[in-house]
């Protein structure tokens, strides 16, 4: 039933079920004080991973209420969690992307995700909220009503239906030049994504944005509203997966150009989920498209795909759990020689079940990985980390699939850059002048995306028939007003925990 979060090299099972903790372990419930006792090591039981619900007791006092609403894509689940959200007193709104974070906990299915079940699992166990809402799939019900049981808390279940008609075509498209309006093609990787918007523009009837994982959420956040905004021109939207979740699009027709992907270990077939939550984008009650229509481009493809919207997504058997930052200070209390490499060695080879050591590692891209040892140095000398030890590229429109990965590396920099400001103010200095260049860059690489790829004369021609519409103004605004609401809430919960210590 839990399993520890790794990366891409597969999964490691701790427990088939929840246990009590017991012997040493029992500890965990009374609190981590009596681990600085120099003579007994404790880091069985600091390296438990077995119950995680005691690692978090305010919650456990609480006799929470939990309400899950189940159902899928476009049924007004999380609408419905959301106005219970506005009618509290307080509270706070979890995702799976970069929103916001304790009374709603939305696509709860993700507690099965590999790589970000874990963050999950720990709202789930631990948020301090006495009514806690919970929106996803309903393929998540079995595994909620057994962690439940185990942490006591009571579980509401409120059912919803799909409210607009979601249909499979009944032929396959035949290639990118049938493409229409409102459209939007699949397909697994951030090279076929541009691929794809390449040929879709090569036609001559249409200019596509796009949506990847690797694109910044505030360009992300820019593409969708392009898209969305009736007479840009931008009709059509080439994306990876990423479009299932997070963004509210008017999409009429969903194009998958496969129903394979690469996972990170291996190319697998989609899961009937899968499909689900990204099929399920196309049409949108109350939208200019209130009728969803889905695709495939391979033939073999279409009867997968017309089968899988009329089954029930697999249950989920298992959530990830992964350690907490308390958990690595009080082992290395129990090894205070090791320094963090060695801790988290330490930990694996220590927590229950088969581990390997390619999960430890922090960044995929080595221009983030480069920023982090430089700010970590910085900060290890006692000197100020100021925007100035941030190094990008020069702020000029991208030509080239390599220059626009220049830029999105650089976002991720200075997006890690904010992220360790709002925890280590004290050391961090010059907030507003980075969030100002991330603003920046997120626009140069929209900006950038819209110019790849056209033809240079053309390219001028839609240059000077650009201006930007009131709709584009106004989306831009709010998108920017709620970047700077985010990181304004961050500040002052980084105040108020300065001000308690």
């Given amino acids: 039933m839990l399993r520890l979060a790794g990366g891409s090299s597969g999964l490691w099972l701790l427990r088939n079920q929840c246990r009590a903790l017991s012997g040493a372990a029992a500890a965990v419930r009374a609190g981590w004080s009596s681990y600085d006792t120099p003579d007994v090591d404790y880091t069985e039981a600091i390296t438990d991973l077995g119950n995680p619900a005691a690692f978090y007791p ?11 609403h189940l159902g899928p894509t476009n049924s007004g689940k999380t609408h419905e969690a959301l106005q219970h959200l506005r009618r509290s007193e307080s509270g706070v709104y979890c ?14 299915q993700m507690l099965g995700d590999e790589s970000r079940g874990w963050a999950f699992t720990r709202a789930l166990l631990g948020l301090p909220a006495r009514t806690l809402h919970v929106c996803g799939d309903p393929a998540a019900l079995p595994l909620l009503e057994r962690v439940m049981a185990e942490t006591g808390d009571r579980l509401e279940v409120r059912r919803y239906e799909r409210l607009s008609p979601l249909q499979a075509a009944r032929r396959p498209l035949a290639d990118l030049s049938q493409v229409q309006r409102g459209d939007c093609v699949v397909s697994f990787s951030r090279r076929e994504v ?43 939207l080439s994306a990876s997966d990423a479009v299932g979740m997070g963004l509210n699009l008017a999409i009429r027709r969903v194009i998958f150009t496969t129903l394979r992907k690469f996972d990170g270990t291996q190319e697998r077939q989609l899961t009937t989920a899968e499909i689900k939550q990204v099929a399920g984008r196309a049409g949108r009650y109350g939208s200019r498209f209130p009728t969803g229509v889905v695709t495939a ?6 009867d997968i795909l017309a089968d899988a919207l009329q089954q029930p997504s697999d249950e989920l058997q298992t ?74 590229p020069p702020m000029v429109e991208a030509r080239s699939e390599m220059e626009l990965q220049q830029l999105e590396a650089s976002h991720r920099v200075l997006d890690l850059w904010l992220w360790l400001s709002h925890r280590f103010p004290d050391a961090w200095a010059g907030a507003e002048e980075v969030a100002e260049r991330r ?16 033809p240079r004369e053309p390219r001028r021609q839609v240059a000077a028939a650009e201006a930007p519409t009131q709709e584009e103004i106004a989306a831009l605004a709010a998108a920017l007003e709620h970047q700077r609401q985010e990181e304004e809430w961050q500040q002052r919960r980084s105040s108020y925990r300065k001000r308690r210590r």
């Fill in 58 to 68: 305010v919650a456990r006092r609480l006799e929470r209420h939990i309400i899950a």
């Fill in 95 to 108: 995702g799976p992307l970069r929103l916001l974070a304790w009374q709603v906990l939305d696509e709860i």
């Fill in 194 to 236: 541009h691929a794809v918007r390449q040929e879709i523009q090569s036609h001559g009837r249409e200019r596509a944005c796009v949506i990847y994982g690797a694109l910044p959420p505030d360009a992300r956040q820019l593409q969708a509203s392009l898209f969305n905004t009736p007479r840009t021109g931008y009709n059509v």
């Fill in 297 to 302: 481009m391979n033939p073999e493809d279409s």
């Fill in 319 to 392: 959530a990830f759990v992964f350690p907490s930052l308390a958990q690595l200070e009080m082992l290395h209390s129990q090894h205070p020689k090791e320094k963090l490499p060695g801790i988290l060695r330490l930990f694996a080879a220590a927590a229950q079940g088969s581990l390997t050591h390619t999960h430890y590692s922090y960044a995929k891209h080595e221009e983030v990985a480069s920023a982090l040892l430089g700010f970590a140095t910085a900060y290890a000398a006692r000197r100020r980390v100021t925007p100035a030890s941030i190094l990008l």
């Fill in 439 to 454: 603003a920046q860059l997120a626009q140069l690489i929209d900006a950038s995306i819209r110019s790849m790829g056209m």
